[in-house]
């Protein structure tokens, strides 16, 4: 981590020792903009959240007063389950924050905050002990989660004008992310059964959470609307990693390792935005 922030200081003093080496060295304006988008989450760490963790989805459907609670439900005993083998994030919103500040009329050293909630959801088989039906019998049940994510990005931003009101833009940079595991459940025909990860024999939940860091890249186009506002429509590019995260959330658990070891690489995502400066 040391090193991590060692190169982001690095980055910090070339972005103004680059800007500073051009014609113009006259510090020029601050800007500030309001980011919405949408986020294209990488599916790695998702094939970790199907409840297969310790006192999850097993805890669950081997208490003896729930499973008999199911069984008068279903009226045949539970069997076995299966979790799903093929778990996805959906498309998620963010918001953010953008700050700028101009060094030329090119060059922009920059900050962008983000935060987003990600609420990711999988189905669970469960197989029930009915004589009769020698084809089987299921019940379809639901493990649904939610993840907070926040990031921090530092970057430069070259600008390119296309035309007196509209700006090509693009702007790589380093950035650090956080991901917690908020909560997690189990429903089955619509009830609910928490199956957040606990410790210290029950006592208190397990804090599933990680600190990673990577790469981004913003290209885009703005349009000044007035003397007052700018509009962007940007795509994000995003290679990061998060092995802190994908430690907590696996710990303990039967998935394959090689699965583990590749998820706690540097993984790609992407993103869209609307962004709104105030000129």
């Not at 500040?101 to 469960?126: A, C, E, H, Q």
């Amino acid at each position: 981590m040391n090193t991590l922030k060692a190169t982001l200081f690095l980055l910090f003093l070339a972005c103004f020792s680059t800007v500073f080496s051009q014609e113009e060295t006259e510090l020029k304006k601050f800007r500030f903009a309001i980011d919405l988008g949408m986020d294209l989450p990488n599916n790695q760490y998702a094939q970790f959240l199907d409840g297969s963790h310790p006192f999850g989805v097993s805890r669950v459907l081997t208490n003896p007063q729930i499973s008999q609670k199911l069984q008068n439900q279903f009226g045949y005993p539970i069997k076995g389950w299966e979790y799903s083998g093929n778990n996805q994030y959906p498309a998620s919103f963010f918001s953010g924050v953008y700050l700028g500040f101009d060094v030329s009329s090119s060059w922009s050293v920059i900050m962008k905050f983000d935060l987003s909630i990600i609420r990711f959801s999988t189905p669970l088989i469960i197989e029930l002990d009915n004589p009769r039906n020698f084809t089987g019998e299921f019940e379809r049940a639901q493990v649904n989660a939610r993840e907070r994510r926040f990031g921090y990005k530092l970057g430069v931003q070259k600008n390119i004008e296309i035309q007196p009101k509209l700006t090509y833009y693009l702007a790589p940079g380093l950035g650090f992310n956080y991901i917690q595991l908020e909560n997690q459940e189990l429903v089955i025909r619509s009830a609910s059964y928490d199956i957040t990860r606990i410790q210290n024999a029950g006592l208190s939940l397990q804090r599933v959470d990680g600190f990673g860091y990577g790469f981004f890249f913003d290209n885009g186009l703005t349009f000044l609307l007035n003397e007052k506002f700018t509009i962007a429509l940007g795509i994000e590019g995003r290679l990061t990693k998060n092995s802190q995260y994908v430690d907590n959330l696996t710990e303990g658990t039967l998935y394959l390792y090689q699965n583990i070891e590749r998820a706690k690489r540097f993984v790609p995502s992407f993103g869209a935005y609307l962004r709104l400066l105030w000129n």
